[in-house]
Nanobody, 123 residues
Framework: QVHLVESGGGLVQPGGSVRVSCTAY????????IAWFRQVPGEERQFIAA????????YNFNVAKRRFTISRDNGKKTVDLQMNNLEPEDTGIYYC????????????????WGQGTRVTVSS
């Protein structure tokens, strides 16, 4: 099974930017689609974006709103989420997740999860 570790979260001012990173360990990285999700207290966990081994991306516009970009480096076995123009509503725990690659790429049924990294957007 794949093991995922997130990093890069922290405190950022409204309008600022954060890049969160996910590093994968274990099976061949290109076997997996990788996604980012956000957990806000009292709300359902939301899909943000996903990326396949060919670096094709899928975004949840309701969350990303053209501010976020997902990328992956198959050599380094990492997936990053660049988040710009952050708002207080973006505060939450950001998780990366993996599943064996499917066609087409989608934002559900990811069985493997990291521990999360916290992003706080506040003045």
């Amino acid at each position: 099974q794949v093991h995922l570790v997130e990093s890069g979260g922290g405190l950022v001012q409204p309008g600022g930017s954060v890049r969160v990173s996910c590093t994968a360990y274990g099976p061949p990285f290109t076997n997996y689609d990788i996604a980012w999700f956000r957990q806000v207290p009292g709300e359902e966990r939301q899909f943000i974006a996903a990326i396949d081994r060919d670096e094709s991306g899928l975004y949840n516009f309701n969350v990303a709103k053209r501010r976020f970009t997902i990328s992956r480096d198959n050599g380094k076995k990492t997936v990053d989420l660049q988040m710009n123009n952050l708002e207080p509503e973006d505060t939450g725990i950001y998780y990366c997740a993996a599943k064996l690659g499917t066609t087409p790429l989608d934002g559900s049924r990811y069985p493997y999860w990291g521990q999360g990294t916290r992003v706080t957007v506040s003045s």
